[in-house]
């Protein structure tokens, strides 16, 4: 069971390079509302991606039981495609011309009227929204699918590749709940950094994790 959880929490590790997600929770928590807006994406962004994952172990578990055994072909497929993917992002990403003054994404422009409850379900929205963040999401997921585990073990593994791909979303908010008189400031120093460092990470966060997934998926077909 660990060998098995060290690789999905290996892969779920791609959800550190969220960069727009991280960013986001960051002016939010920086916003009229604070925290509350802050905690209330961050946890329906944990709790979207925690249900994906119980869905898709219990779906992936009772298409191995009715008979269709066969994921070891379409997993390392499917791990081989999402790496040549990202290997092409990684690419298009060092050719595209750096922009001198980026502006920041359309949907930035809610942060300040947003309640939290609205907040809760735009983090849940998010999670499918970004095509990219869940196929990255269901290919840490897929080592626990194939694995010979049983169903309940399987689920219990969930929860923390969740919370290993979603930490960077939270961990500001633990921040901010943390140390409230410092956490405006450490948190505008943190999103000035990540915003500095936005086209290295779109640049070699890719390419990294393609050669993972391309890597994995051979092992796989071995």
Request: glycine share 8%.
């Amino acid at each position: 069971m660990l060998p098995v959880l060290l690789q999905a929490l290996l892969l779920a590790l791609s959800g550190f390079f969220s960069v727009g997600s991280i960013t986001l929770v960051l002016l939010l928590l920086l916003s009229e509302s604070g925290w509350q807006n802050g905690l209330g994406y961050a946890l329906g962004y944990f709790s979207a991606y925690t249900v994906i994952g119980v869905a898709a172990i219990i779906l992936g578990y009772r298409g191995s039981d009715s008979g269709q055994s066969e994921p070891g072909l379409a997993v390392p497929v499917l791990l081989t495609l999402l790496g040549v993917l990202l290997l092409w992002l990684g690419f298009r990403n060092w050719r595209k011309p750096e922009e001198e003054n980026p502006q920041p994404p359309r949907f930035f422009a809610i942060v300040d009227s947003i309640t939290p409850p609205k907040a809760f379900a735009f983090g849940a929205l998010v999670t499918v929204m970004n095509v990219k963040n869940l196929a990255l999401y269901l290919s840490a997921l897929s080592v626990i699918m194939i694995s010979d585990l049983p169903l309940a073990a399987k689920l219990t593994l969930v929860p923390p590749v969740a919370l290993t791909f979603c930490l960077l979303v939270l961990a500001p908010v633990l921040i901010y709940l943390a140390v409230q008189r410092r956490a405006t400031a450490l948190l505008t120093r943190f999103k000035h950094a990540l915003e500095a460092r936005s086209r290295p990470i779109g640049i070699w966060a890719p390419l990294i994790f393609g050669l993972i997934f391309i890597l994995r998926g051979a092992s796989i077909l071995v």
